[in-house]
């Protein structure tokens, strides 16, 4: 309800805005419009340059671009199941969500402090070598020694915790439903505490 009444004011707003941008030369018109729906609506929840004040909200800093618009677009058509997102994604044209992917993934990880060390280190040997006797693979093999990811692999140092944890159930519950076939198929095999334990590890990577 709070979400929808934020979110109809900040339409408001942004059709305002864009009138007012008509007047103004094209060249500028891209630019701008993409920061005013960032100042607008982004920056409420992920922070002006992506860094979110509150864990549920993921870190959109330094995040590869593509994955970023795929996304976005995946929210806007369906495939990816958010109220919230695809209350926010709904009006996006892809030019718009080329130019918010570019934004956010131009800026810089901020460090992160580690949690519980102990965690960390049962994260850190899954992360870097999986659980064999589960048969979960490394995520270094796909994400990156560092996590970093890549173009169509999602950058994972740094984010939030509490974020990768609700992602990982989400794939193992397939409540995330774009491109999951192999993120099912490996957070189905984790449990609860190597969620827990990646999680934490994944949160203080750089
Ligand atoms: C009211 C809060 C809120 C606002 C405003 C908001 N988001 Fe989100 N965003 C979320 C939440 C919550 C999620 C996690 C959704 C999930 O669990 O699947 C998310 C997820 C995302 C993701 C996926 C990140 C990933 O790592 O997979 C992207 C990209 C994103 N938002 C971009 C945006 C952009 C761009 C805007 C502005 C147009 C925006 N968001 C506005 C709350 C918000
Ligand atoms: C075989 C390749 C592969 C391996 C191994 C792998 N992943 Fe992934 N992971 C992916 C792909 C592909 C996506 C993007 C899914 C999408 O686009 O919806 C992803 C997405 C994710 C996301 C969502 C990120 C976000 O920003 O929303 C998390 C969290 C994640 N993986 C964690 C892990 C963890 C933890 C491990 C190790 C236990 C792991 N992955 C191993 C391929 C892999």
């Not at 805005?17 to 891209?30: C, D, F, I, K, N």
């Not at 958010?82 to 209350?87: A, I, L, N, Q």
């Not at 956010?104 to 992160?112: G, H, N, V």
Request: net charge neutral.
């Amino acid at each position: 309800m709070f979400n929808h009444v934020v979110f109809r004011i900040l339409s408001l707003t942004l059709v305002l805005s864009a009138a007012q941008a008509w007047a103004e030369p094209a060249a500028e018109q891209g630019v701008r419009q993409v920061q005013e729906i960032i100042n607008g609506r982004c920056a409420l929840c992920h922070g002006a340059n992506g860094e979110s004040a509150s864990a549920i909200y993921p870190r959109l800093a330094a995040q590869h671009p593509q994955y970023l618009a795929k996304q976005l677009r995946d929210f806007r058509d369906g495939r990816r199941k958010s109220e919230t997102m695809s209350d926010m994604a709904q009006d996006l044209h892809d030019e718009e969500i080329t130019g918010l992917a570019a934004f956010f993934s131009s800026k810089p990880a901020a460090a992160r402090l580690r949690g519980d060390q102990e965690l960390a280190a049962v994260g850190h040997y899954l992360f870097t070598k999986g659980n064999r006797w589960s048969g979960v693979p490394a995520c270094t093999s796909c994400h990156g020694d560092k996590g970093h990811g890549t173009a169509e692999l999602p950058r994972l140092a740094g984010q939030h915790p509490a974020y990768i944890e609700t992602q990982l159930k989400d794939f193992n519950e397939r409540q995330r439903t774009n491109d999951n076939a192999i993120m099912h198929s490996i957070a189905a095999k984790l449990t609860e505490l190597e969620v827990k334990a990646l999680s934490i590890y994944i949160g203080g990577l750089q």
